[in-house]
């Protein structure tokens, strides 16, 4: 289990997960693209304003780094795309590689 930590507060966040996140974060925000996201946490969902001047950190608890899932990243941006709300979808099953030896 991962940390996210946005200004003061630790948001518990799956590693596999967090990962996922913190790539859709980093391309929107180096961007300079401000958009809300929103995380459950105790029981409560927050809601946080993400721009590049808020302090943010990623906190792995595992090693190594997640394999990342080309169509769980395209689809969590196109939510913040469409809403201007990052949330935390359901990991769609992987899309097979283009060209692959044997993919037609």
Known sequence: M???????RDIAVDDRALA????VIIDK???N???????????HVVTMW???TMPLQ??????PRPHVN???????ADVVGMTGTLVLIPEPAEHPLV?????H
């Open 2 to 8: 991962g940390i996210l930590v946005f200004d003061t």
């Open 20 to 23: 996922h996140l913190q790539i």
């Open 29 to 31: 925000l180096r961007r």
């Open 33 to 43: 693209e401000k958009f809300s996201m929103s995380l459950p946490t105790d029981g």
């Open 50 to 52: 993400m721009t590049s």
């Open 58 to 63: 990623f906190v792995y608890t595992g090693t």
């Open 70 to 76: 080309r169509a769980w990243l395209e689809a969590l």
């Open 99 to 103: 060209g692959a030896v044997g993919v």
